[in-house]
């Protein structure tokens, strides 16, 4: 979930369970300052880019972003707050809206395809549901709309009815990614790829846009689908990308496929070497469906591509590989401005 959807919705989330006015207990602007600083706090893990982009992929959602770990995240903030209320009010005023606070954040990057590690550090798992793409303007805007209500009608109600709004939204998103995954079985079986695992990927623009991967041994299928459209949007060059990127999500019984490799075709068994390479592990545990991106050369680079960031009429994102240095594989990601290699790694 994007920064801004997460502040709202701590902030929403603080001023729906509001208690009853009492001069003891912090009012709805110090609950409201609570709740979207707590709904911040997990994604200071930026700070891991610093190390390497690699580091932050890899390490992304861990600690700050735990179950486990949010109980003791929540104390040190409710400190803090009771701190800059010169100690007012006590910590456990505040404990339990800065608990809310982590938790509904948690909770919103559950929701897309990325993995969220919730139970760091007992291990570096990552869970999804797997229903809304990270930048939502629907979810954003119905938080809003809560958001305004609570200020403008009534504090509880208001920001209840946004948070209702929401559930409402991610249970309809819920079911598409049902349909989306059934469609997906039913053309695995009607290609004649039977074994194929079926993957079905929120994207973005609307709940009804999917993109559905079948994935076989050493290769992919791709496809875009919007599961309430009955007609294809036409686009060429000359559309505005906008309307390109709109257009790419067909009706299901109009479908344009994309065929991917994981390994390069040229030399499928120098590339599957390259990538168990020791110097590839991080992005190994990152990549979930990993697949070839394009071998080049001047040093020889054997680039990937992880198939669940692949968006229409964008350069994909998080290219790795290794390149040959000297005789030895390194760690190298593609540039996405330059296009050139560039060392990665921590080491």
């Known amino acids: 979930m994007d920064p801004i959807t997460h502040a709202i919705s701590g902030a929403v989330a603080a001023r729906a369970t509001a208690p009853k006015p009492n001069h003891d207990l912090p009012g709805p602007g110090a609950r409201t300052a609570a709740g979207t600083a707590a709904a911040l706090f997990p994604d200071l893990d930026v ?10 992929l890899t390490y992304h959602r861990g600690v700050t972003h735990s179950l486990v770990m949010a109980p003791v995240w929540a104390l040190l903030l409710a400190v803090a707050f009771s701190a800059i209320s010169r100690w007012r009010y006590s910590w456990s005023t505040f404990y339990g809206v800065t608990l809310l606070g982590l938790v509904i954040h948690i ?3 559950l929701l897309n395809e990325f993995g969220t590690q919730i139970f760091a550090p007992l291990t570096t798992a990552t869970f999804t549901l797997n229903t809304t793409f990270v930048v939502d303007p629907y979810l954003t805007g119905f938080l809003l709309a809560g958001l305004a209500l609570s200020w403008w009608w009534r504090l509880n109600a208001g ?10 939204l991610i249970a309809v998103q819920a079911t598409q990614y049902q349909h989306a995954r059934a469609l997906g079985a039913d053309l695995a079986q009607r290609t004649e790829a039977p074994a194929a695992t079926v993957h079905a990927l929120p994207q ?9 991967v ?6 992919y299928h791709l496809t875009r689908v919007n599961l309430a459209r009955r007609n294809a949007l036409e686009a060429d060059d000359d559309h505005w990308i906008g309307w390109r990127m709109v257009a790419a999500y ?4 109009d479908l344009r496929w994309q ?4 390994y390069d075709p040229r030399d499928p068994g120098g590339a599957r070497e390259v990538w168990y390479h020791p110097e590839l592990a991080d992005y190994r545990r990152f ?6 991106y394009e071998t080049t050369y001047r040093p020889t680079c054997i680039w990937f591509q992880d198939l669940r960031f692949r968006a229409p009429e964008i350069h994909p994102p998080f290219i790795y590989g290794g390149c040959d240095v000297s005789g030895r594989w390194r760690l190298h990601r593609l540039d996405p401005v330059t296009g050139n290699p560039r060392p990665a790694g921590r080491g």
């Open 107 to 109: 909770f919103g990057d």
């Open 214 to 219: 079948l994935e076989e041994q050493d290769r």
């Open 204 to 212: 973005p623009f609307s709940p009804f846009n999917w993109l559905v």
């Open 47 to 56: 700070i891991l880019h610093l190390v390497d982009p690699l580091f932050y």
């Open 287 to 292: 990549a979930e469906l990993h697949a070839h």
């Open 250 to 253: 067909r009706p299901a019984d």
């Open 259 to 262: 065929a991917f490799q994981r």
């Open 159 to 168: 920001a209840a009815l946004g948070l209702l709004a929401c559930a409402v």
